[in-house]
């Protein structure tokens, strides 16, 4: 089960924006993920189905939300501790998919972040 205050906290502290479309999605995204799931094939499609949108759109606009999230705070300290060596040195954001398992993982219910 996932902390949705302790989402909202890690989304926050990474710059998403709840105005966001994509902001919406990673947040659908996390709630339903689990690690053997498919990126692609399972949960974009689902999370399309559900907002009546395509799969693709739902790729775009997570992948927005990430990229103008970690624009907007940069590598601080805090997502230092989120994700520490796992963001892509040369963009300096992570991808969708290493974003969803990192905060499943960090807002499952009985971790400390």
């Known amino acids: 089960m996932i902390n949705a205050q302790k989402l909202?906290?890690?989304?926050l502290a990474c710059g998403l924006r709840e105005n966001m479309t994509g902001t919406d999605y990673?947040?659908?995204a996390v709630m339903m993920y689990r690690p053997d799931m498919r990126m692609t094939k399972e949960l974009y499609?689902?999370?399309a189905a559900a907002v009546?949108?395509?799969p693709g759109a739902?790729?775009?606009a997570i992948r927005h939300a990430i990229e103008t999230g970690?624009?907007?705070c940069g590598y601080n300290d805090e997502v230092m501790t989120m994700f520490g060596n796992?963001?892509?040195p040369d963009t300096g954001k992570p991808t969708n998919g290493e974003f969803v398992a990192r905060m499943a993982r960090l807002c499952r219910e009985g971790q400390d972040v």
């Open 86 to 88: 796992t963001i892509n």
């Open 58 to 60: 739902v790729e775009r």
């Open 52 to 54: 009546n949108t395509t």
């Open 8 to 11: 909202d906290n890690c989304f």
């Open 26 to 28: 990673a947040r659908r």
């Open 45 to 47: 499609p689902a999370i």
């Open 70 to 72: 970690f624009d907007r």
